[in-house]
């Protein structure tokens, strides 16, 4: 089945160098959704946003039918309401810089493939990747292919997609086990906390699943400095 495609320029990335541009025609797979056809193209669904057929919107699920004129917009940028992640093992910085912002991001370095979709196919969630073929897989609903590489500049990637900023709650979450910190009295830290942040801080935090606690200190102040080198964070 002959139809001819054109992508918009933020999908160019995706996309054999001599397809870029311009429109091109491709020989698609016979009963070939357009999901299929797009994918075997090189753009995974996660990143493909209105999709207009002879003129007319598409979902999908169509079938592309011979001489089919297909355009393909990017994913648009918006406020999501449902803002719980999972980050691939290549995207550790990204996943502790979103956890520092307060939202919940599973992130392992030994996660397969296998567990990130089954993550996003029952939890329903956001799955970050720079693997365009794992963005590919049906149980994939939701999520974004990262572009950049330090976590910073991916942080600010992610922001923008997502609307993150309204939704930020800095230093809510514990870095190590993604669990929502809970207040904790002076006293109830004393034995566990040096004597002289003990006087210097009367608030603290600690964590109900490795009981850690946190207070703000020089740390605290370093990672708050990193957050707002990419992201608007209140003092």
Request: hydrophobic share 40%; net charge neutral; aromatic share 8%.
């Amino acid at each position: 089945m002959k139809a001819v495609f054109h992508f918009h320029s933020h999908l160019w990335n995706f996309l054999d160098r001599e397809k870029r541009e311009d429109a091109f025609e491709y020989d698609c797979a016979r009963a070939a959704t357009l999901k299929n056809a797009i994918e075997a193209l090189g753009v995974p669904h996660t990143e493909v946003g209105a999709v207009r057929v002879n003129g007319a919107p598409a979902t999908l699920q169509r079938i592309v039918r011979e001489g089919d004129s297909i355009e393909v917009e990017t994913a648009k940028s918006g406020s999501d309401p449902d803002l719980r992640f999972v980050a691939d093992a290549h995207l550790g910085g990204l996943a502790r810089f979103l956890r520092m912002l307060g939202f919940d991001t599973l992130h392992r370095n030994a996660y397969s493939d296998e567990e990130i979709r089954w993550l996003a196919e029952t939890q329903g969630r956001i799955v970050l990747t720079r693997d365009r073929e794992l963005l590919k897989c049906r149980e994939i609903a939701r999520g974004a292919y990262v572009h950049a590489l330090k976590p910073e500049a991916q942080l600010r990637e992610v922001a923008e997609r997502y609307g993150l900023e309204a939704h930020a709650r800095p230093f809510t979450l514990c870095l190590a086990c993604n669990l929502p910190l809970q207040p904790a009295g002076r006293n109830a830290v004393a034995e566990r906390v040096p004597p002289a942040v003990l006087e210097l801080h009367e608030s603290f935090v600690r964590c109900p699943g490795c009981n850690g606690v946190f207070w703000p200190g020089s740390h605290y102040r370093r990672m708050l400095s990193a957050l707002r080198s990419s992201f608007d964070v209140p003092r």
